[in-house]
């Protein structure tokens, strides 16, 4: 026989002896409650706790602001108050929902202290994912958090793993929610005690992906897009840096400051320094275990850098991206997935990236490259590679003079996104091209051919076909 379920007070002593220190939030939100719902009034609760302490009635309300108020209650005072406000849940209120408001304090609490973390200046990824899954699993509770809460958590989440551009921030802070950072922290590669970023590319990607999301609830059984985000992983910001002091390479970060002739004549020697490089240990157990997930479907390694798809700078084809067949043994794979890693981040030292920097005014700023693995889609035929030659292929424009992508001019969603935004719609064509080319990927020369080939039409969505992997 099946154990009955427990009864309003034994789901009241077992939340206060659970979780002691929310007992007075506990309390004060069920009298809320009582009192809302018109079960028992906070004055009549007041003057019973009073009675019970030993202390006189309260005296009449008194607005005059030059007398002083009444005087703060004692601990007994207190006490006497939680003890009323229980007895009062246990006769009026179901189990039920006693335990949906003490799930909805604990979620709040959990907020509270899920945000201080994430605004901490020097807090570890490890202990602010670890923090953010704990929220994520808590019950909902009977309310949800106070929209101006989940604003700010949001925003902390956004600054702490995604980006910390304002401009960003703005438009983000309205679609991405907090479980969707769970599904983030799922796929990060980086150090435990490390603090990163996904970059500008993977940030831009999933937030283009959220609003197509969202826009097809909005629209029901006519979405504006139907869209797919293929499987990712997002190698943090930092990795770089281990990866530069690991192999005494941060001399070439004054590449910068050189001559523009200089930096091209000396590109090819760091991409081949680069390419012969050691990776740190934790990273690689990492992307063995993407390899492992992965199988040998192709992969296309992409350049996510904290100064890409940024308000006034896209840096559209500046850095690297390589396309793997992610065919052989896995001491292959792994060598390949590597040699990619490597050859993007060389890419950041490339003259086209550097040239651009200087041109918009970010050659002093201190870049950080973050690495978007994904799954390509594709078919079988041109992603199989036939020779050893063919098993992978890099796609950047870094290195070559004159290379500039092309892409299609979503001119119906540019105004569409006018009328319901103030953001600049370069911007926002931006950020829809990388939930194009992410969410619905091919091998890098069929992605291009496909999304110059699309529908842009005012009254349709945009249609992409091509065959996928099995």
């Not at 973390?117 to 509770?141: K, M």
């Not at 990866?243 to 590109?267: G, S, T, V």
């Not at 992307?287 to 390694?301: C, D, M, Q, T, Y």
């Not at 041109?382 to 092309?406: I, L, N």
Request: proline letters at 7%.
């Amino acid at each position: 026989m099946s154990d009955s379920p427990p009864d309003t007070e034994t789901t009241l002593r077992n939340a206060l002896l659970a979780w002691p220190e929310l007992a007075d939030r506990i309390a004060r939100q069920l009298l809320i409650v009582l009192h809302s719902e018109g079960l028992v009034s906070i004055d009549a609760v007041y003057e019973e706790a009073r009675a019970a302490a030993g202390e006189a009635a309260a005296a009449p309300a008194d607005d005059n602001p030059n007398r002083p108020g009444a005087a703060p209650w004692s601990a007994l005072e207190r006490e006497a108050v939680r003890e009323a406000v229980v007895r009062h849940a246990r006769a009026l209120m179901n189990p039920e929902r006693v335990q949906a408001v003490i799930d909805g304090v604990r979620r709040r609490e959990e907020a509270d202290g899920l945000e201080s973390i994430a605004n901490l200046p020097d807090v570890s990824f490890d202990v602010l994912a670890a923090t953010v899954r704990r929220f994520c699993q808590l019950p909902r509770g009977d309310d949800r958090l106070a929209p101006a809460q989940t604003t700010q958590l949001r925003v902390a989440l956004i600054r702490s793993f995604i980006s910390d551009q304002l401009e960003f921030i703005a438009v983000a802070k309205n679609y991405l929610r907090v479980t969707d950072f769970e599904w983030i922290l799922d796929r990060v590669i980086g150090p435990a005690k490390g603090q990163g970023r996904i970059g500008g590319k993977a940030a831009g990607m999933f937030l283009g992906y959220r609003i197509l999301q969202g826009e097809r609830q909005e629209h029901g059984a006519d979405p504006v897009a139907q869209v797919h985000l293929p499987e990712s992983w997002f190698v943090r910001s930092d990795v770089i840096e281990s990866f530069l002091h690991l192999n005494r390479l941060n001399e070439y970060q004054f590449q910068k400051y050189k001559p523009a002739e200089e930096i091209r004549n000396e590109y090819p020697l760091i991409r081949q320094i680069f390419q012969n490089a050691e990776f740190p240990p934790e990273l690689i157990a990492q992307l063995e275990k993407v390899l492992e997930s992965a199988g040998h479907h192709p992969l296309i390694v992409r350049s996510s850098s904290l100064l890409e798809d940024r308000f006034g700078a896209a840096f559209s084809g500046m850095y690297a991206s390589v396309f793997l067949g992610n065919q052989g043994t896995p001491k292959g794979r792994l060598k390949a997935l590597l040699g990619a890693v490597a050859e993007v981040y060389a890419s950041t030292l490339a003259p086209n990236p550097l040239t651009y920097r200087r041109r918009h005014n970010l050659i002093d700023y201190n870049e950080d490259m973050a690495i978007l693995i994904q799954k390509a889609a594709a078919t079988a035929a041109t992603s199989t590679p036939s020779s050893p030659a063919s098993a992978s292929r890099t796609t950047s424009t870094a290195g070559r003079r004159g290379s500039r992508p092309k892409t299609a001019s979503p001119a119906w969603f540019t105004a569409w996104a006018r009328a319901r935004w103030t953001e600049p719609a370069t911007t926002i064509r931006g950020w829809w091209r990388s939930a194009l080319r992410c969410c619905a990927p091919r091998s890098p020369p069929s992605a291009r051919r496909a999304i110059r080939s699309a529908s842009w039409t005012p009254s349709t969505s945009p249609t992409i076909t091509s065959p996928r992997f099995p």
